[in-house]
């Protein structure tokens, strides 16, 4: 089966951090672009960030840079984002995506034939 496994989802405190990450099933992390979406309650699920197939690095709109870092552990076919700096309206259900139709990044949804099951993050006191 071809799908992306997320986890590391938690509370967290504001200002705090957490380090998700993105095992690779059925396929090499290498193969695709690898990307991160989140979704609020109710609303259209919104693009965090993305590593091209050649390994170019996309962070999309609304995030500060120095807050997102992505590493690659290509041993395990895993991928990891780490996010600092928490607040609470970044609570979400983060979901990573690959598929064959995206081989740079893209941030439309519609694009991704791969979606983990999601990963709940809450940052709350």
């Known amino acids: 089966q071809l799908q992306p496994v997320d986890a590391g989802g938690g509370l967290v405190q504001p200002g705090g951090s957490l380090r998700l990450s993105c095992a690779a099933s059925g396929f090499t992390l290498d193969s695709y672009g690898i990307g991160w979406f989140r979704q609020f309650p109710g609303l259209e699920r919104e693009a965090v960030s993305c590593?091209?197939?050649?390994?170019?690095?996309?962070i999309h709109a609304g995030f500060v840079k120095d807050r997102l870092t992505i590493s690659r552990d290509s041993a395990k076919n895993t991928d990891y984002l780490q996010m600092n700096s928490l607040q609470p309206e970044e609570t979400a259900m983060y979901y990573c995506?690959?598929?064959?139709?995206?081989?740079?990044?893209?941030?439309?949804?519609?694009?991704?034939?791969?979606w983990g099951q999601g990963t709940q993050v809450t940052v709350s006191s």
């Open positions: 590593v091209g197939a050649g390994g170019a690095v996309t």
């Open positions: 995506v690959s598929g064959p139709r995206v081989g740079q990044c893209s941030g439309n949804p519609d694009d991704y034939d791969y």
